[in-house]
């Protein structure tokens, strides 16, 4: 699975928290992508980034925030969680042929 | 801004019966790729298909590219309850790089299988 780790797996907080999830690849990767997955509307782009400190938003960008200060790590950051912020969260990374390889997930509960 | 639309949304079967899902865009497609999903698991990638009319084979798995590349099919014959899941199709810009490059998924089929 292209050696990529995410972390926390799971995670409950409470609205109006910050919370940051890491992704972490071993394979230098330079495409990095985060992700979340809802009921009825499939995999949705967050953030991506194409190198170390260069990021840029995706579909769903609102709330949320990345940094990439190397190329092995990618945070996730929601400044202030909110309950519309409950979510599965997949980080990814874009192989030679463009291909995706995802992580295993982090499943996040806002109450 | 470029879609990929996925039908069926849920397809139940009996072991052993076919299964198909479409994947149609309005747009001229650069190429299509699918990935499975397992119940609580993340997508795995399965295979890339990038000329026209391209047709490739994993098994009991058939993949078909549309002559115009505005359409794509997944094909499992003879389903077995190892296939249950839901399978995603996406799509990168016609242009590959930075964001071209990022992909658009459709909302996938979620396949169920009855033993």
């Known amino acids: 699975d292209a050696g990529i780790t995410q972390s926390p797996r799971h995670k409950v907080t409470e609205t109006g928290t910050p919370v940051t999830l890491r992704c972490h690849q071993t394979?230098?990767?330079?495409?990095m992508y985060w992700y979340r997955q809802d009921p009825g509307h499939g995999l949705r782009l967050i953030h991506y980034s194409y190198g170390v400190k260069d990021t840029d938003k995706g579909e769903v960008s609102d709330g949320y925030s990345v940094s990439r200060s190397k190329t092995e790590d990618f945070l996730l950051t929601l400044e202030s969680a909110t309950s519309s912020q409950t979510s599965v969260y997949f980080c990814?990374?874009?192989?030679?042929?463009?291909?995706?390889?995802f992580g295993p997930g982090t499943r996040l509960t806002v109450t | 801004g470029q879609q990929v639309m996925q039908i069926p949304q849920y397809q139940h079967v009996q072991e052993g019966e076919d299964f198909t899902t479409y994947c149609n865009s309005s747009t001229t497609l650069s190429n299509i790729q699918w990935y499975k999903q397992r119940p609580g698991g993340h997508p795995v990638f399965l295979i890339q298909?990038?000329?026209?009319?391209e047709v490739k084979k994993q098994k009991r798995l058939t993949f078909q590219f549309g002559e115009a590349k505005k359409n794509s099919s997944l094909h499992i014959t003879a389903t077995q309850t190892t296939d249950v899941g839901t399978y995603f199709c996406a799509s990168a810009g016609l242009n590959y790089g930075g964001s071209q490059g990022n992909l658009i998924f459709g909302k996938g089929t979620k396949l169920s299988v009855k033993p």
């Open positions: 394979e230098n990767h330079r495409y």
């Open positions: 298909l990038v000329k026209s009319g």
């Open positions: 990814a990374i874009r192989a030679s042929s463009y291909e995706q390889y």
